[in-house]
DNA sequence: ACAAAAGTGTTAATCTTACACCCATGT
DNA sequence: ACATGGGTGTAAGATTAACACTTTTGT
């Protein structure tokens, strides 16, 4: 039995960074083809021996020199045919999240063209990544309702207004400094430190942690991470 | 730029239907290769001018001659470079639904040899199907539980136990009858109906009916279905 | 009259929301 | 002493969970 097609395949990773109380989101600027100079997601295609996700990785590390906290498959883009004009190109999209402290993108590799972009203002994007780019803007506000991911866009020890204000920026809406603390320390998955931030102003504000140990034991054991305000 | 690639794409789908109160999935024998006689799930490669959605229900159609109530894509399966034995394939899992009105196949078409298994009792798989279909199984509990896809397993008029059952069932727990009605009736987007169930034994029940364009409307504005039981 | 499944309300417990003042530091 | 951001408790309201008897039909 031979199958004769000619689709190919490339992986296409949706990086998200959280700073200065802006998720921003990583380009790179294409260097060739009828697409020069626009920017576009990190991707590129598929070798035959590899897996899908080592693919991204490697296009992570090859284009921008990231190594990403978080990552999963999104979404996979094949029904608009001529969404790559060169010839038909089935791309598998990944949800990608970095922690703040690598929102410097260091100059090695292909890294020079690699760029942070606020996501309320991306340039004109290449194909159909702007689409993706929303979709993946999607998962992102609900899978933070639901799934302990802002932490993986966080500091490993973090203030609590830091996770205060991620939420109410990415869910863009107003939040109780109260009800906040209290619900989201219920839970038992954030450890305090004894360590204080070094702050100018005000007064010193203590570091957490999240334990994701803890987090995966009680996940087990049918707990619900839950994160939901009006 | 020239790529050569020597990977196909191809289509799965996980079709599920509900029928006394079980979950069945929808199989067929493969007729050819390696192997021959060995039950799968509906699939089969994408051509090259072929959305992925049609490709999908392409071969439902020609596989099993179904047309499916809900379909959605599901996960695409890559990491596995030896997945399919004779070159590397990646897939497109594609999670349906079809209500029980469609679990007689006809024999049109290639669907002789297209059966339903319930999900508790599978035949040995080719590839790694039995993986895919417990990825699907998990996606129908927990879709379950926060959109209204348990209509689309049903009838058009549906007794409210059988929603009931299909609940009871699928997540695998007990029910009250009175918080459950209370609860789905709430939401405003299930209807009685003038008729009423041809049962043999009891109280006759009322028929029920579900309006999806009601609840269009009242996602649209932010309602969240949700269904949850200790 | 009885078997079988449908239909229906109330109460306690829990969770969610709304809301305002004091605290510790730097200048 | 004042400006800045950190930290905390309580009460009303809404939601969920637990629970059992009556109704309608066929036999």
Chains 1, 2 share one sequence.
């Not at 959280?18 to 083809?33: H, P, S």
């Not at 990544?129 to 799934?147: D, G, P, V």
Request: net charge neutral.
């Amino acid at each position: 039995m031979t199958i004769t097609q000619n689709i190919k395949i490339a992986v296409d990773a949706i990086v998200f960074g959280y700073a200065n109380n802006n998720i921003n989101v990583l380009l790179i600027k294409q260097k060739f083809g009828e697409l020069k100079n626009q920017w576009a997601l990190v991707g590129g295609f598929v070798k035959d021996d590899e897996r899908l996700n080592d693919a991204v990785n490697r296009e992570l590390n090859e284009e921008a020199g990231i190594k990403v906290n978080y990552l999963e498959q999104l979404y996979t883009y094949g029904d608009d045919i001529n969404r790559d004009p060169r010839f038909r190109v089935v791309s598998v999209a990944y949800f990608a999240l970095v922690n703040s402290t690598k929102l410097v993108l260091t100059a090695d590799s292909d890294a020079e063209d690699a760029k942070w972009f606020p996501i309320g203002n991306l340039p004109p994007l290449a194909f159909d990544h702007r689409e993706i780019i929303t979709t993946a803007h999607n998962r992102l506000k609900s899978k933070l309702t639901y799934q302990p991911i802002g932490f993986d866009l966080l500091p490993e020890e973090f203030l609590f207004s830091d996770l205060e204000n991620l939420y109410c920026t990415i869910l863009e809406k107003e939040i109780d400094r109260r009800n906040f603390r209290k619900k989201t320390l219920s839970f038992g998955i954030i450890e305090e430190t004894v360590n204080f931030s070094p702050k100018k102003n005000g007064r010193p504000a203590k570091l957490f942690k999240f334990n994701k140990q803890k987090y995966n034991e009680l996940f087990k054991g049918g707990f619900l991470f839950e994160i939901k305000f009006a």
